[in-house]
């Protein structure tokens, strides 16, 4: 498996796109939109894209933001996280949050995100989010071990 930061859409995103429609899934549709629009390119600070690759076939994207929704730049946002069916159960996705935590961990106090249905729940608590009650924009968050260095890329 490889996980990396990418700095530019993977050619074989309009895939993932199609499969996560499939599963009436829209946060890759979401995440291209936005990139292709130039309003989400993940270049503020401290935030990045990554993607995962088994065998070069890529199976697996996720991004970092600055949260949207909150007046504080210490709170990170994890975005458009999909992994193809096939790819599921894995260790696909609980290796691309690692990554892109260990990523945040340098820039964010918190990384918070929004995701329904119980299969997403098990899974971002299994990784050590909280849920989150009574909270619009967001479902789960986790504080992260290391103060933030830096602000910047």
Same mark, same amino acid.
């Given at each position: 498996m490889e996980? /990396? +930061?990418i700095e530019a859409l993977p050619?074989?995103?309009g895939e993932l796109v199609a499969v996560s429609l499939d599963e009436n899934f829209r946060a890759v549709e979401r995440l291209r939109a936005e990139w292709d629009r130039g309003s989400n390119r993940f270049l503020g600070p401290g935030e990045a894209l990554f993607e995962a690759r088994l065998s070069g076939q890529l199976v697996a994207i996720c991004g970092l933001n600055t949260d949207p929704f909150a007046a504080d730049a210490t709170l /990170? +946002?994890?975005?458009?996280l999909y992994v193809v069916p096939g790819s599921r159960l894995r260790g696909v996705g609980r290796a691309l949050v690692s990554?892109?935590?260990?990523h945040a961990q340098q820039h964010f106090r918190t990384v918070r995100l929004r995701s329904f249905g119980s299969d997403a729940d098990r899974f971002y608590v299994a990784l050590g989010f909280e849920r989150i009650a009574a909270n619009?924009?967001?479902t789960h968050q986790i504080q992260l071990t290391s103060?933030?260095?830096t602000r910047s890329h």
């Open positions: 996980i /990396g +930061r050619d074989e995103l /990170g +946002r994890l975005r458009h990554a892109v935590l260990l619009a924009d967001a103060e933030p260095s």
